[in-house]
């Protein structure tokens, strides 16, 4: 590519062997392949190496990749690049793991609150009656499903500290498998005939498994997700300008191509979720309960034989030690004699410009330096960026309540709806069918119709439109709901808000079985539709969105702790949920929805407002060089090796204009 010097030159590329054969090192070494255990050399990971002293000249990889220019990255097409078969490995993997999530917490409620049918000893009761076990009620039953959520959701943040600080996220995994297999067997043993005929004994096995099985669960999630991103970021660092058969050129973007990758895992996600679901029911309601919890547990072992299987294909990034502390440690340096009481005074201390400036290692005399400052300025920006996704997912609670309403309350609001014989604990997953409609459609039409007319849907514009999805979702729940009441056969009797109760009042026996249409109101649950499909929505542009955001922006060695952070959102939008309980009676359900759509709303007004600015930094933020971070357990790097090439990454950016866009050009 020519450009107004009308010169060229070389730029190289150390990564690891994938980006073609023959590529050659800043030092002219051959190109770095994995090594025998398959894990990168984290010397080699190191972006661009050498380079020519223009930076108006074209730029150019070992293999003659073109890079991008300041001016391609303005006006070429973004396309995806090509996804390797290994990556559909791992997205199988969390299949397996979510059939055995949800099959699993699928018959939870049934279990805990309903009693043990008459005759039954496995808890099964047959095409008309009520599967149940422990008899508990359902106080019991939302105090504990409500603790697994919350500690399935609050374990990422330990699993993703672990993994990146001692033992990576492959060797996490596995940790978080077995604990998780030792979960799903105790609570197997719950549901055995011999201990779910003394309820006492069998909760307090079910509670026990509890807490093993949310700490796998939590483990695996915060690991997962960032190991299958990767797999293609290993091999394709950064854009590459390349021309179509058409004549077109295009920029093959990683990022849009981790985008599609994360929406492709989110598919295989619901897939599990769905079969696991809908199979389990099932199950429960006509051989029993242990047999719900066996099959999720079957599946769960595909996980470790897969994982195994592909050890040496996978790229599996080394832990460095020591990240949280010193992640910590620069914190509390940049806030030194800046803490205030005053919490406005206080945040504007902490966002202030060059707040992080004070803070990198050359702006501090070496004498001076904290003995746990054993980075570089890099490693500062990336913090930085990492701060700045977690101040994205500060708001992500209030997202989350919307779609918290699919496992409580609109089920709930199904049962008050003329069902056919449908259970209404099935008609939410029209959410988990939706997305396996839906995203294919967006992955292979909607996206790329909106790049090919020059539309960029950038991370904060997707997830502010996630949230405006959710509350019109919570919108359509509030009119279904105004409805029910005053359709309802009771309603004369009654008054406006009360259903509960409705086939009693009316004169029927509570215990035999009338014509549904009698006494509810004529209308089918299938009206329900739009509010799930509206969440399904709101998942592909704000869930999916949310954890590409947590891999893109994290530092490196720090990924698996901020995806942590991701997903503990959805924890703390459970307990937020708990000040909503006193709303989910009679009369007041129209208000339950209602203000959940307001708080949703003034969320997503809020977050995009306070986040827009990132969207300026995006490509900027996402350029940003690999730092030198020396960690307890990454002692044997070539640091030397990495400082050049972080020299040279540094002259592309200019070149390519994005220091402008951090602030950072001099």
């Not at 290994?86 to 059939?99: G, K, M, N």
């Not at 939706?434 to 992955?443: E, H």
Request: with cysteine.
């Amino acid at each position: 590519m020519s450009t107004s010097g009308g010169e060229s030159r070389d730029v190289a590329e150390a990564t690891k062997s994938g980006a073609g054969k023959g590529n050659a090192t800043a030092l002219g070494e051959k190109a770095p392949t994995l090594g025998e255990d398959g894990i990168i050399d984290p010397k080699y990971d190191v972006g661009v190496i050498t380079s020519r002293p223009d930076a108006d000249e074209l730029l150019r990889g070992p293999n003659g990749e073109e890079y991008p220019s300041k001016d391609d990255l303005k006006t070429l097409r973004r396309v995806k690049g090509q996804i390797s078969p290994i990556i559909y490995t791992i997205a199988f993997i969390e299949l397996c793991e979510r059939f055995a999530y949800y099959g699993t917490t699928a018959v939870f409620v049934n279990f805990i609150q309903q009693p043990l049918p008459a005759g039954s000893t496995t808890g099964a009761a047959g095409t008309f009656g009520q599967p149940g076990a422990l008899g508990r009620g359902q106080q019991a039953s939302t105090g504990l499903v409500t603790f697994n959520t919350f500690w399935a959701y609050l374990m990422p943040l330990v699993g993703g500290y672990l993994s990146d600080s001692y033992w990576g996220k492959y060797k996490t995994i596995h940790v978080a498998i077995v604990v998780a297999l030792f979960g799903h067997i105790i609570i197997i043993i719950s549901a055995l005939p011999p201990v779910i005929k003394n309820p006492n004994a069998a909760l307090g096995v079910f509670s026990l498994g509890l807490i093993f099985f949310g700490i796998g669960v939590g483990f695996f999630k915060a690991n997962i997700s960032p190991m299958i991103a990767e797999q293609y970021e290993a091999t394709h660092p950064r854009p590459v300008v390349e021309t179509l058969k058409s004549g077109e050129r295009v920029i093959k973007d990683p990022v849009l191509t981790i985008s599609v990758i994360y929406m492709r895992y989110y598919f295989f996600i619901n897939v599990g979720s769905l079969v696991g679901s809908i199979s389990m029911v099932y199950a429960e309601k006509y051989v029993g309960f242990y047999l719900s919890f066996v099959l999720p547990t079957v599946l769960f072992l595909f996980c470790p034989f897969v994982l195994l299987t592909f050890k040496n294909k996978y790229v599996r990034r080394p832990p460095t030690g020591s990240v949280i502390g010193k992640f910590f440690g620069l914190l509390g340096l940049g806030m030194k004699g800046r803490w205030s009481a005053n919490p406005v005074r206080l945040w504007k201390n902490i966002t202030e410009p060059g707040f992080f400036e004070r803070v990198k290692p050359s702006n501090i005399p070496e004498s001076e330096r904290p003995a746990w400052m054993t980075f570089d300025d890099n490693w500062v920006d990336e913090v930085r960026r990492g701060i700045k996704a977690c101040q994205v997912f500060f708001l992500f609670p209030i997202y989350w309540l919307p779609y918290n309403q699919l496992n409580s309350n609109l089920t709930s609001q199904a049962s008050t709806l003329i069902l056919g014989g449908v259970p209404n604990d099935v008609i939410n997953n029209l959410d988990p069918f939706a997305l396996l409609i839906f995203i294919p459609i967006y992955d292979k039409i909607f996206y790329p119709f909106l790049r090919r007319v020059g539309i960029n849907l950038t991370p904060i514009r997707k997830i502010t439109i996630g949230f405006a999805l959710g509350t019109i979702s919570m919108v359509i729940g509030a009119l279904i709901q105004h409805y029910i009441y005053w359709q309802s056969p009771c309603r004369e009797i009654s008054g406006y808000g009360y259903v509960a109760g409705c086939k009693e009042a009316l004169g029927y026996d509570a215990d035999v079985t009338v014509d549904e249409r009698l006494y509810k109101p004529p209308l089918t649950v299938w009206i329900q539709t739009p509010a799930y499909v509206l969440i399904a929505f709101s998942e592909i542009f704000a869930s999916i969105t949310g954890l590409e955001y947590a891999f893109t922006k994290a530092p490196k060695n720090m990924r698996g702790f901020i995806t942590g952070i991701f997903w503990f959102a959805q924890a703390f939008s459970a307990a937020i949920a708990q000040a909503f309980v006193p709303l989910s009676t009679d009369p007041l359900l129209v208000w339950l929805y209602t203000v959940v759509a307001i708080i949703a709303a003034l969320g997503g007004l809020l977050f995009h407002f306070a986040f827009l600015k990132l969207d300026k930094e995006e490509e900027a933020l996402n350029a940003l060089p690999d730092s030198v971070f020396k960690g307890s357990r990454n002692q044997n790097e070539d640091f030397e090796a990495i400082e050049q090439a972080q020299a040279e990454a540094d002259r592309i950016r200019h070149a390519q204009g994005l220091d402008e866009k951090l602030g950072t050009h001099s």
